[in-house]
């Protein structure tokens, strides 16, 4: 404790590791000259009035998501620390600067630093961009709005973004039974209006409403209902790109007379809904967003002996991407730096997402300045019970979320509903809370505790929570009052851990099967588990690699892969699979063009590459093979198919040594004519000169 508060006053406040670690800290700020600063407040926040109804003092809960590449750390996240409050450390890990004799005689000068220190905080190198601020009003942050903004259906495919989860079909599936639920509960209610609105928020590849479209039709064709025809899907996101590439890739093409496109702003989405759809705003029946809301603003918080205290992160640029001659704007200027920092890695692409180093530390912080300050949720005494009484407690403060719900629900019908997928950040938690990245995008989970007890404060709102959340993505509904009890059960019931396990077992039993050998069994597992996701290109995929790989039945897998890529004909590993399936019934023309298709779609993926190098090394184009093979291997910087690209381009090599010496052959025969050699050409001549 004394610790604390004495490491506190030296140190300005700040927190970046434990105690120790505050020490040099603050030995660290005053030689660097960085004392206290006023902190910038996040960018573009306003308060949000009316939206705060009724006291907010609910509490948390937990994250396929999870993984991903987390920003290059110099620093750590964690929170003010427990671990070292005994005392003992301090005195253990902060030795006198001696040096030291060891028995062979070698001299070894003590660390500098504490190995708390060195530890938590790693160490600080690279161009300093910007110093300590909020992560809203960060380098990162504005860089990631970019990425978002740019963003175009490549971010997908190319597998940057993993899209998987959410658009496989099944997430699709579980939104049409609920919708429909909703249109059933609506007539016997005798309120179905004559159009309903279904709008997607943040729709990325546009995938989830093909494949909700997709299956809406084929339920309301087979019941006669005209669910389908009574539709109309609004696609929406912040990036203009993507939803350009929406109408280029053509993943809308069966359903384009349904479909309606809204460009969003990063807030008030709710405005430009109006003015592009003005009949549809408090008229949406099913609203979804999926990966969306974690893209909003946030800030990590930290409670540690009841005072609260708020990340804020310092960003540097790796030192190597500094060319001579080059110098980034003042440190004050985030905005003028990230302009700068984005044409600097124009000419190196490679280094795009990997950039940035980014230290982070915990300042104290008065909760009255923080947005949304009576959404904070103070962690009750059980939140910390056990060993660590006095942990500090981190808690993710999602409070750009909490601004997207009330809009929300304000754009729904009075029984409308919103069901988002995302993965879910339990808080609060005595573990660090991390940043997650994808390309260049800042994410950190979402706080659904936090949203609940937002929206259980509002009078006219319900809240549908699964009985157990899955492991990998999770769910919440937020209904307005007059949805029907029943729709808001069938989302606990859709969403649950055992729902999901119950679809999903088949599937994962049946890859097991065929990895252990039992083909037979494995057959009857693919088939009952498409049974149960007739709509899932993901899992036609592994049926089809079965067939096509382990089975080796190539027509089967060839009308497989065609059913899959009706589903989904953006992945390229579809098209790969469809291309395997052509060239190994020795249709080269039909598979070079399924594997430029793969190419197109991800062109830096070594995979489509080296397909379409077996298909010229097949037709005696051992050239364009080599040169395809290299660029593959220029692209798999991993190394995971070196092996077999090494071993093609020898055969390839092969290929071309024996043309070469046939070449060679064929040229020495055809100079072995009389006049070919001196022997031959002198007794010719004279042959000649005696006739
Ligand atoms: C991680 S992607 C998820 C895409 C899609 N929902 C999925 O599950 O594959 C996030 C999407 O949200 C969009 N987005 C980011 N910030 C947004 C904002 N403030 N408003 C609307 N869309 C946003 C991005 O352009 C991108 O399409």
């Known amino acids: 404790?004394?610790?604390?508060?004495?490491?506190?006053?030296?140190?300005?406040?700040?927190?970046?590791?434990?105690?120790?670690?505050?020490?040099?800290?603050?030995?660290?700020?005053?030689?660097?000259?960085?004392?206290?600063?006023?902190?910038?407040?996040?960018?573009?926040?306003?308060?949000?009035?009316?939206?705060?109804?009724?006291?907010?003092?609910?509490?948390?809960?937990?994250?396929?998501?999870?993984?991903?590449?987390?920003?290059?750390?110099?620093?750590?996240?964690?929170?003010?620390?427990?671990?070292?409050?005994?005392?003992?450390?301090?005195?253990?890990?902060?030795?006198?600067?001696?040096?030291?004799?060891?028995?062979?005689?070698?001299?070894?000068?003590?660390?500098?630093?504490?190995?708390?220190?060195?530890?938590?905080?790693?160490?600080?190198?690279?161009?300093?961009?910007?110093?300590?601020?909020?992560?809203?009003?960060?380098?990162?942050?504005?860089?990631?709005?970019?990425?978002?903004?740019?963003?175009?259906?490549?971010?997908?495919?190319?597998?940057?973004?993993?899209?998987?989860?959410?658009?496989?079909?099944?997430?699709?599936?579980?939104?049409?039974?609920?919708?429909?639920?909703?249109?059933?509960?609506?007539?016997?209610?005798?309120?179905?209006?004559?159009?309903?609105?279904?709008?997607?928020?943040?729709?990325?590849?546009?995938?989830?409403?093909?494949l909700f479209l997709d299956q809406l039709r084929a339920r309301s064709d087979a019941a006669g209902n005209r669910d389908y025809e009574r539709t109309t899907y609004i696609v929406a996101d912040y990036s203009k790109g993507l939803l350009e590439d929406t109408r280029k890739s053509g993943v809308f093409a069966a359903h384009e007379e349904r479909v309606r496109r809204v460009h969003l702003p990063t807030r008030d989405w709710r405005a430009a809904l109006a003015a592009a759809l003005p009949e549809a705003v408090g008229?949406?029946?099913?609203?979804?967003?999926?990966?969306?809301?974690?893209?909003?603003?946030?800030?990590?918080?930290?409670?540690?002996?009841?005072?609260?205290?708020?990340?804020?992160?310092?960003?540097?640029?790796?030192?190597?991407?500094?060319?001579?001659?080059?110098?980034?704007?003042?440190?004050?200027?985030?905005?003028?730096?990230?302009?700068?920092?984005?044409?600097?890695?124009?000419?190196t692409p490679e280094s795009a997402h990997t950039a940035l180093r980014i230290e982070a530390e915990y300042l104290p912080v008065e909760r009255a300045s923080l947005p949304l300050p009576e959404l904070i949720p103070r962690p009750t005494p059980t939140a910390a019970t056990d060993s660590a009484a006095h942990a500090s407690l981190q808690v993710l403060h999602g409070y750009g979320a909490i601004e997207f719900l009330d809009e929300v629900l304000g754009a729904l019908r009075a029984d409308g509903y919103f069901v988002t997928m995302d993965y879910n950040c339990p808080c609060p938690?005595?573990?660090?809370?991390?940043?997650?990245?994808?390309?260049?995008?800042?994410?950190?989970?979402?706080?659904f505790a936090q949203l609940e007890a937002f929206a259980r404060a509002r009078p006219d709102c319900q809240v549908g929570v699964p009985t157990e959340d899955p492991t990998f993505l999770q769910a919440r509904c937020f209904a307005r009052g007059g949805a029907p009890t029943e729709v808001i059960q069938l989302f606990g019931a859709l969403y649950s851990k055992e729902a999901e396990e119950r679809i999903e077992a088949a599937h994962r039993s049946a890859k097991e099967l065929a990895r252990e050998k039992y083909y037979e069994a494995a057959r009857w597992k693919f088939e009952e588990a498409y049974r149960l996701q007739p709509f899932n290109w993901n899992l036609l995929h592994s049926i089809g690699s079965f067939l096509e790989n382990t089975l080796r039945e190539h027509d089967a897998a060839l009308e497989v892969a065609k059913r899959a890529l009706l589903l989904n004909h953006l992945s390229p590993e579809l098209w790969n699979l469809l291309g395997d399936c052509?060239?190994?019934?020795?249709?080269?023309?039909?598979?070079?063009?399924?594997?430029?298709?793969?190419?197109?779609?991800?062109?830096?993926?070594?995979?489509?590459?080296?397909?379409?190098?077996?298909?010229?090394?097949?037709?005696?184009?051992?050239?364009?093979?080599?040169?395809?093979?290299?660029?593959?291997?220029?692209?798999?910087?991993?190394?995971?198919?070196?092996?077999?690209?090494?071993?093609?381009?020898?055969?390839?090599?092969?290929?071309?040594?024996?043309?070469?010496?046939?070449?060679?052959?064929?040229?020495?025969?055809?100079?072995?004519?009389?006049?070919?050699?001196?022997?031959?050409?002198f007794a010719a001549h004279s042959t000649h000169g005696r006739a």
């Open 429 to 447: 938690r005595k573990e660090p809370i991390e940043f997650q990245s994808y390309g260049s995008s800042v994410a950190s989970g979402v706080n």
């Open 283 to 347: 008229a949406i029946r099913a609203i979804h967003a999926n990966y969306l809301l974690d893209s909003l603003p946030f800030t990590i918080l930290s409670w540690f002996e009841g005072r609260l205290f708020e990340v804020r992160i310092r960003t540097r640029l790796r030192e190597e991407l500094l060319r001579p001659g080059m110098s980034p704007p003042p440190v004050t200027d985030a905005l003028a730096s990230e302009s700068w920092l984005a044409e600097v890695l124009e000419s």
């Open 1 to 210: 404790m004394g610790v604390v508060g004495a490491a506190l006053g030296a140190s300005s406040g700040r927190y970046s590791g434990g105690a120790e670690a505050r020490v040099g800290q603050a030995h660290k700020c005053t030689s660097s000259g960085l004392g206290p600063r006023e902190v910038p407040r996040a960018r573009g926040w306003r308060p949000l009035g009316g939206l705060l109804r009724g006291s907010l003092q609910r509490r948390a809960r937990p994250g396929e998501r999870g993984g991903g590449r987390s920003l290059e750390w110099a620093g750590s996240s964690r929170g003010p620390r427990d671990d070292v409050r005994s005392g003992m450390s301090m005195t253990l890990t902060e030795p006198t600067p001696v040096l030291t004799e060891t028995p062979m005689g070698a001299t070894l000068m003590p660390p500098r630093r504490s190995i708390s220190d060195l530890v938590t905080r790693g160490t600080s190198t690279g161009v300093l961009l910007q110093d300590l601020t909020t992560i809203s009003s960060s380098i990162p942050w504005l860089r990631a709005q970019r990425y978002w903004a740019d963003a175009g259906l490549h971010v997908f495919t190319s597998g940057e973004v993993p899209y998987g989860a959410t658009n496989s079909g099944e997430p699709s599936r579980k939104a049409v039974e609920m919708y429909v639920a909703s249109l059933r509960a609506a007539e016997q209610a005798g309120c179905r209006e004559a159009s309903s609105y279904v709008l997607e928020l943040g729709t990325g590849c546009g995938l989830f409403a093909k």
């Open 582 to 681: 052509h060239y190994n019934l020795d249709d080269t023309v039909a598979a070079e063009q399924a594997y430029l298709q793969a190419v197109r779609l991800s062109p830096c993926n070594p995979r489509g590459h080296a397909n379409l190098a077996y298909v010229f090394l097949r037709r005696g184009d051992a050239a364009e093979a080599l040169r395809l093979i290299g660029h593959a291997l220029a692209l798999d910087r991993l190394g995971e198919i070196r092996e077999e690209l090494l071993g093609k381009q020898a055969e390839a090599l092969q290929v071309r040594r024996e043309h070469a010496l046939r070449h060679k052959n064929y040229e020495m025969t055809s100079r072995s004519g009389y006049h070919a050699l001196p022997g031959r050409v």
